[in-house]
């Protein structure tokens, strides 16, 4: 399209304004310079009187790209006060003004040139575009300091009917893209694009000169004077205040109900005053349970301090006993020395003695030679003797007899008592050795007597404990051979008579609810290989029987006390019966690798299900088949999550701190396969039977062996007793102390001779019997210091075994004391471990005189108790939450109430105030509408009047062309087109009287209207606009302005 440009014309006001003509700037075909020539548009300003400084808000210039069906039109750059835009029919002026209202944000349907905003983008193209510069100076300049002297509107409407904007600065700088802040800047501005005295389109224009209504009249001032909207913001107000009412009405009821929401959370939150209670109690046991645990680790190494000590003291004693016996064995080895220094002596002294008396034996076989020289003296003497002849012969031969005989006699009998003395000493230290060994055999008996009858007791008591295991294993073997045909039996002999007579009671109507049991008889497993740790856990709930109510547990007693024989009966446990099972998503332990005990079982009641989740936590235990993993999870750093205690297969009990071994090996009714049970109990029961036989014949050894080592300890008692040594000492004394046989005297047949020799034969015979003697008390006191050695020798060995037995005895008694110390000093970490944990339970430490295993099962109950509560209840930070909201949510709801009331109250006030002030401004605006009129008639000579109806809503307008009587007005009905539109022109600047806005548009205000009208309709336009400088008008005509 053409690109033009605008000039201003000459600079006296009354002179016409000479036209500016656009050229175009681009080059075109020959074929469509009509049509260019057909859609020239001039731009008309007229200058104002003197130099004036319009407000802010006022249009600067125009430019439109594809917009309807133009492709370039502009820029176009208006006045500060009077422009009029001139051209022919389709040559684009009403494209100006729709261009002005859709960037300004009006609507499609505002500018009555189409229904949407499609509709303006030229046909093959893309998008439109439209650029208005708006000023911005003066004190209502928008954000002056960010936009500078202009703001620059660009609007781009794609083919979709998308429409965005970009506010930009006199520099061109993007301030935003969002409407808000057009609709801000419009807001400032005072710019009303869809109020037909700012803009009056054609299609306006022309609906207004054909309305023939007063009605449209009366709304067209409505609209114009911004009155309408005041009214539909009055009537929209109402209508709000009436939704209000209704919403207070309805928020009444709401109130009560949230009241009485309110009061029933109130009363739940008080009601978890006990629940409290309970949880602080929970919370002094866990103190408690932390700090007697500590007291059961005190507990245990206390006997341990005790033993250690005791032990110590004992390692005294049994070193003094050491000391003792280690003198005693020094003594026995100083008296052993001494005595054998003694037999030393005695034996050097009687070497001495032998020495000399085979000195004396040498001197007496040379007296016997003496003595023999002497008699054969004697003998030659008397031969001389014939006489005596044969007494010589028969004396020497009796002589020489007697030698023989006592030389042999002598030798043989002194050769066979050496020989005798030496086998008597000989018997005698061997039989010393053997009283040594009887002494020592006689200890072994003695001590493997005492060790027989200690084991025989402990196999004794071991008997009595296989036997009882026998004759439990006898029972369950009966029970489990009766359970074959009813499974019942194995929860007790009586139960499936139980079990009929609540079947009959119930159907007899007993009950109001039939009771479940037993409750193990309701479940199952889905691992069979942890039925025992199953059992362990649940114990005697396994043959437990629940009811609904009280009434029904009193009838099921009566039931049990009639069925059951007198003893321990199966537990009743009394709750109330649920169709659901407990949600335990909460509280439940949620391990990847392991399940809890509710995840282990089948059971299809849940009021079974239910009965063990309040009685036993189920939820909450894991079942870990390794008990080294089980460990290893639960006192680990980071044990699982609301887990209480885990159960191994064998039915080890884990918790974090400790550990509890299970009570029996196996499961008695949770098993699976009854035959493998029994073949089981029948297969352990032989074994016992074969132990039962091993431990008699044991038995019956440990009898044999203790009478023949009882026979063999008498016979060595009586053996020492009657032991020879005693006599064969004796005897050997006897042999000492014999006396070698002396040899006859011979009578000298030399009396001198004789008698000389036979003195000096007495005084050695006397020597020799001397130095025998000596020689045999000699011999005795060596024999008696042999013994007394012996008997030392003896004393050493005793005193040496005894020292060894002691030092062996302390040894084992100091690798007892380190053993102690040992476990002492890991009760001590456990200790301080417990201490260090309770600690943080509690810091202060309290004294507590109850069990752990007490502690653990109150903290247990109460904790089934306290969940219980809570699941009828709720959570507790549930009902917290709940009794806050309901609160929170009444005080919300009755300070909207109150807000709501005091509003509708105020609301009331100031629509009151508001209405006086709206039928008064109303009045106002129709008394200067009707004057501003009434002049701009009299201009020309008319005269007329206007009516207002505000009742009916109605506005006539009656004009009397030229100078008439007043009863002569006639309804603008009857005046002819150019009349028709002068007065419309005067209707309008009667309207702009009374309005405000930055600039005013009128599109084709001239139609119809003659020369002489639309001369005077253009004089008074401008006469107004003269008036108002500060305002631009912008005058859209298809008409020559020559």
């Given at each position: 399209?053409?690109?033009?440009?605008?000039?201003?014309?000459?600079?006296?006001?009354?002179?016409?304004?000479?036209?500016?003509?656009?050229?175009?700037?681009?080059?075109?075909?020959?074929?469509?310079?009509?049509?260019?020539?057909?859609?020239?548009?001039?731009?008309?300003?007229?200058?104002?009187?003197?130099?004036?400084?319009?407000?802010?808000?006022?249009?600067?210039?125009?430019?439109?790209?594809?917009?309807?069906?133009?492709?370039?039109?502009?820029?176009?750059?208006?006045?500060?006060?009077?422009?009029?835009?001139?051209?022919?029919?389709?040559?684009?002026?009403?494209?100006?003004?729709?261009?002005?209202?859709?960037?300004?944000?009006?609507?499609?349907?505002?500018?009555?040139?189409?229904?949407?905003?499609?509709?303006?983008?030229?046909?093959?193209?893309?998008?439109?575009?439209?650029?208005?510069?708006?000023?911005?100076?003066?004190?209502?300049?928008?954000?002056?300091?960010?936009?500078?002297?202009?703001?620059?509107?660009?609007?781009?409407?794609?083919?979709?009917?998308?429409?965005?904007?970009?506010?930009?600065?006199?520099?061109?700088?993007?301030?935003?893209?969002?409407?808000?802040?057009?609709?801000?800047?419009?807001?400032?501005?005072?710019?009303?694009?869809?109020?037909?005295?700012?803009?009056?389109?054609?299609?306006?224009?022309?609906?207004?000169?054909?309305?023939?209504?007063?009605?449209?009249?009366?709304?067209?001032?409505?609209?114009?004077?911004?009155?309408?909207?005041?009214?539909?913001?009055?009537?929209?107000?109402?209508?709000?205040?009436?939704?209000?009412?209704?919403?207070?009405?309805?928020?009444?009821?709401?109130?009560?109900?949230?009241?009485?929401?309110?009061?029933?959370?109130?009363?739940?939150?008080?009601?978890?005053?006990?629940?409290?209670?309970?949880?602080?109690?929970?919370?002094?046991?866990?103190?408690?349970?932390?700090?007697?645990?500590?007291?059961?680790?005190?507990?245990?190494?206390?006997?341990?301090?005790?033993?250690?000590?005791?032990?110590?003291?004992?390692?005294?004693?049994?070193?003094?006993?050491?000391?003792?016996?280690?003198?005693?064995?020094?003594?026995?080895?100083?008296?052993?020395?001494?005595?054998?220094?003694?037999?030393?002596?005695?034996?050097?002294?009687?070497?001495?003695?032998?020495?000399?008396?085979?000195?004396?034996?040498?001197?007496?076989?040379?007296?016997?030679?003496?003595?023999?020289?002497?008699?054969?003296?004697?003998?030659?003497?008397?031969?001389?003797?014939?006489?005596?002849?044969?007494?010589?012969?028969?004396?020497?031969?009796?002589?020489?007899?007697?030698?023989?005989?006592?030389?042999?006699?002598?030798?043989?009998?002194?050769?066979?008592?050496?020989?005798?003395?030496?086998?008597?000493?000989?018997?005698?230290?061997?039989?010393?050795?053997?009283?040594?060994?009887?002494?020592?055999?006689?200890?072994?008996?003695?001590?493997?007597?005492?060790?027989?009858?200690?084991?025989?007791?402990?196999?004794?008591?071991?008997?009595?404990?296989?036997?009882?295991?026998?004759?439990?294993?006898?029972?369950?073997?009966?029970?489990?051979?009766?359970?074959?045909?009813?499974?019942?039996?194995?929860?007790?002999?009586?139960?499936?008579?139980?079990?009929?007579?609540?079947?009959?009671?119930?159907?007899?109507?007993?009950?109001?609810?039939?009771?479940?049991?037993?409750?193990?008889?309701?479940?199952?497993?889905?691992?069979?290989?942890?039925?025992?740790?199953?059992?362990?856990?649940?114990?005697?709930?396994?043959?437990?029987?629940?009811?609904?109510?009280?009434?029904?547990?009193?009838?099921?007693?009566?039931?049990?006390?009639?069925?059951?024989?007198?003893?321990?009966?199966?537990?009743?446990?009394?709750?109330?019966?649920?169709?659901?099972?407990?949600?335990?998503?909460?509280?439940?332990?949620?391990?990847?690798?392991?399940?809890?005990?509710?995840?282990?079982?089948?059971?299809?009641?849940?009021?079974?299900?239910?009965?063990?989740?309040?009685?036993?936590?189920?939820?909450?235990?894991?079942?870990?088949?390794?008990?080294?993993?089980?460990?290893?999870?639960?006192?680990?750093?980071?044990?699982?999550?609301?887990?209480?205690?885990?159960?191994?297969?064998?039915?080890?009990?884990?918790?974090?701190?400790?550990?509890?071994?299970?009570?029996?090996?196996?499961?008695?009714?949770?098993?699976?396969?009854?035959?493998?049970?029994?073949?089981?109990?029948?297969?352990?029961?032989?074994?016992?039977?074969?132990?039962?036989?091993?431990?008699?014949?044991?038995?019956?050894?440990?009898?044999?062996?203790?009478?023949?080592?009882?026979?063999?300890?008498?016979?060595?008692?009586?053996?020492?007793?009657?032991?020879?040594?005693?006599?064969?000492?004796?005897?050997?004394?006897?042999?000492?102390?014999?006396?070698?046989?002396?040899?006859?005297?011979?009578?000298?047949?030399?009396?001198?001779?004789?008698?000389?020799?036979?003195?000096?034969?007495?005084?050695?015979?006397?020597?020799?019997?001397?130095?025998?003697?000596?020689?045999?008390?000699?011999?005795?006191?060596?024999?008696?210091?042999?013994?007394?050695?012996?008997?030392?020798?003896?004393?050493?060995?005793?005193?040496?075994?005894?020292?060894?037995?002691?030092?062996?005895?302390?040894?084992?008694?100091?690798?007892?004391?380190?053993?102690?110390e040992a476990n002492l000093e890991s009760k001590e970490q456990e200790l301080q471990t417990s201490v260090a944990k309770a600690k943080k339970i509690s810091p202060e430490r309290l004294e507590v005189r109850r069990t752990a295993r007490s502690l653990d099962s109150e903290i247990s109950r109460l904790k089934v108790?306290?969940?219980?509560?809570?699941?009828?209840?709720?959570?507790?930070?549930?009902?917290?939450?709940?009794?806050?909201?309901?609160?929170?949510?009444?005080?919300?709801?009755?300070?909207?109430?109150k807000n709501l009331n005091g509003f509708i109250k105020s609301l009331d006030n100031v629509m009151n105030h508001r209405l006086q002030v709206y039928a008064e401004l109303r009045r106002f605006l129709s008394a200067r509408c009707k004057y501003y009129f009434d002049s701009m008639l009299a201009q020309r000579g008319?005269?007329?009047?206007?009516?207002?109806?505000?009742?009916?809503?109605?506005?006539?307008?009656?004009?009397?062309?030229?100078?008439?009587?007043?009863?002569?007005?006639?309804?603008?009905?009857?005046?002819?087109?150019?009349?028709?539109?002068?007065?419309?022109?005067?209707?309008?600047?009667?309207?702009?009287?009374?309005?405000?806005?930055?600039?005013?548009?009128?599109?084709?205000?001239?139609?119809?209207?003659?020369?002489?009208?639309?001369?005077?309709?253009?004089?008074?336009?401008?006469?107004?606009?003269?008036?108002?400088?500060?305002?631009?008008?912008?005058?859209?005509?298809?008409?020559?302005?020559?």
């Amino acid at each position: 399209m053409s690109k033009r440009k605008s000039s201003s014309a000459g600079d006296k006001p009354h002179k016409r304004a000479k036209p500016v003509e656009e050229e175009d700037a681009n080059d075109h075909d020959s074929d469509q310079e009509d049509h260019l020539r057909r859609e020239q548009v001039l731009i008309m300003v007229v200058p104002s009187a003197g130099e004036v400084v319009s407000d802010a808000g006022i249009v600067e210039s125009i430019t439109l790209k594809n917009f309807m069906c133009h492709s370039l039109l502009g820029p176009f750059t208006f006045g500060s006060n009077v422009n009029f835009v001139v051209g022919n029919n389709g040559s684009g002026k009403s494209a100006v003004l729709t261009a002005l209202i859709v960037a300004l944000g009006g609507n499609a349907q505002a500018t009555n040139r189409g229904s949407s905003l499609k509709g303006f983008v030229k046909e093959g193209e893309s998008s439109a575009d439209v650029s208005i510069t708006l000023r911005n100076k003066g004190r209502d300049a928008y954000k002056p300091d960010v936009y500078g002297t202009a703001i620059v509107v660009d609007l781009r409407i794609t083919r979709e009917g998308l429409r965005t904007y970009k506010l930009k600065s006199k520099s061109g700088l993007l301030v935003s893209n969002k409407k808000e802040e057009l609709l801000s800047i419009l807001d400032n501005f005072n710019i009303q694009v869809n109020n037909p005295v700012s803009v009056l389109t054609q299609e306006m224009s022309k609906y207004f000169l054909h309305s023939k209504g007063e009605g449209d009249k009366y709304k067209f001032f409505m609209k114009a004077t911004q009155l309408d909207q005041m009214r539909e913001d009055f009537v929209y107000i109402k209508t709000t205040k009436h939704l209000t009412e209704d919403k207070v009405e309805q928020h009444s009821e709401c109130l009560k109900d949230l009241k009485r929401k309110y009061l029933e959370k109130e009363d739940r939150y008080k009601s978890l005053a006990s629940l409290d209670e309970m949880h602080t109690k929970l919370e002094e046991l866990q103190k408690q349970m932390a700090w007697a645990l500590v007291a059961e680790v005190e507990k245990e190494s206390e006997p341990m301090k005790e033993k250690l000590q005791s032990d110590r003291r004992s390692t005294e004693k049994f070193d003094e006993k050491v000391e003792e016996w280690k003198k005693k064995v020094e003594e026995a080895e100083r008296k052993q020395k001494q005595s054998q220094e003694q037999v030393d002596g005695i034996t050097q002294q009687l070497s001495e003695l032998q020495s000399r008396c085979s000195v004396l034996k040498a001197e007496v076989q040379k007296r016997n030679a003496t003595f023999k020289s002497s008699e054969i003296t004697v003998h030659r003497c008397k031969a001389n003797l014939r006489d005596l002849e044969k007494d010589k012969v028969q004396l020497s031969s009796r002589i020489n007899d007697l030698k023989l005989s006592i030389s042999q006699t002598t030798g043989v009998e002194s050769q066979a008592r050496m020989e005798q003395i030496q086998r008597i000493q000989a018997e005698l230290e061997s039989l010393t050795h053997h009283i040594s060994t009887l002494g020592q055999q006689i200890d072994q008996y003695q001590h493997a007597c005492s060790r027989a009858k200690e084991e025989q007791g402990k196999m004794r008591r071991e008997q009595e404990m296989l036997q009882r295991s026998v004759d439990a294993n006898r029972r369950n073997l009966q029970t489990m051979e009766s359970s074959r045909s009813n499974r019942l039996r194995r929860f007790g002999e009586h139960v499936p008579a139980l079990v009929n007579a609540i079947e009959e009671a119930y159907k007899k109507g007993q009950f109001k609810q039939k009771p479940r049991g037993p409750l193990g008889y309701h479940i199952s497993l889905k691992d069979p290989e942890m039925a025992l740790a199953v059992e362990s856990c649940l114990k005697g709930q396994l043959q437990a029987f629940t009811c609904d109510n009280h009434e029904d547990e009193r009838v099921l007693q009566g039931l049990m006390t009639r069925v059951l024989p007198r003893g321990r009966r199966p537990a009743i446990i009394t709750s109330s019966f649920l169709p659901r099972v407990h949600d335990t998503r909460k509280r439940a332990v949620n391990h990847p690798e392991y399940p809890s005990v509710l995840q282990a079982l089948e059971i299809e009641d849940p009021v079974v299900a239910n009965c063990l989740i309040d009685q036993k936590g189920i939820e909450s235990v894991l079942l870990i088949k390794n008990r080294t993993d089980a460990r290893r999870v639960m006192q680990g750093r980071n044990p699982p999550q609301n887990c209480s205690q885990a159960f191994s297969k064998e039915g080890d009990q884990i918790f974090t701190n400790r550990t509890y071994t299970a009570e029996q090996t196996r499961a008695n009714c949770l098993s699976g396969d009854v035959e493998e049970e029994i073949r089981h109990l029948q297969r352990e029961m032989e074994n016992q039977e074969a132990q039962a036989n091993r431990f008699r014949q044991q038995m019956k050894k440990l009898d044999e062996g203790i009478k023949q080592n009882e026979v063999l300890l008498r016979r060595t008692h009586i053996e020492q007793k009657t032991c020879k040594a005693t006599k064969l000492q004796l005897e050997l004394t006897d042999l000492n102390n014999v006396e070698e046989p002396q040899s006859e005297d011979l009578k000298p047949l030399h009396k001198a001779a004789y008698d000389t020799a036979e003195k000096e034969y007495k005084q050695h015979k006397e020597l020799i019997n001397t130095i025998a003697e000596e020689a045999d008390s000699k011999k005795v006191g060596i024999l008696v210091t042999q013994i007394y050695l012996s008997k030392t020798d003896q004393e050493v060995m005793r005193c040496k075994h005894h020292k060894k037995h002691y030092e062996e005895k302390r040894s084992a008694h100091l690798r007892n004391i380190q053993t102690l110390e040992a476990n002492l000093e890991s009760k001590e970490q456990e200790l301080q471990t417990s201490v260090a944990k309770a600690k943080k339970i509690s810091p202060e430490r309290l004294e507590v005189r109850r069990t752990a295993r007490s502690l653990d099962s109150e903290i247990s109950r109460l904790k089934v108790k306290i969940t219980t509560q809570q699941e009828q209840q709720g959570d507790r930070e549930e009902v917290v939450r709940q009794y806050h909201e309901a609160l929170e949510n009444y005080k919300n709801m009755a300070q909207k109430m109150k807000n709501l009331n005091g509003f509708i109250k105020s609301l009331d006030n100031v629509m009151n105030h508001r209405l006086q002030v709206y039928a008064e401004l109303r009045r106002f605006l129709s008394a200067r509408c009707k004057y501003y009129f009434d002049s701009m008639l009299a201009q020309r000579g008319y005269t007329g009047s206007m009516t207002f109806d505000h009742k009916n809503e109605t506005l006539s307008i009656s004009v009397q062309p030229g100078q008439g009587n007043k009863a002569d007005l006639s309804d603008m009905r009857s005046l002819s087109g150019g009349e028709r539109s002068f007065s419309t022109v005067c209707f309008v600047l009667s309207l702009w009287a009374i309005t405000e806005a930055p600039f005013r548009c009128l599109d084709e205000f001239d139609v119809y209207m003659d020369m002489v009208n639309r001369r005077i309709s253009m004089d008074m336009m401008l006469k107004v606009a003269a008036g108002q400088r500060y305002r631009q008008f912008i005058f859209l005509t298809p008409q020559s302005m020559r």
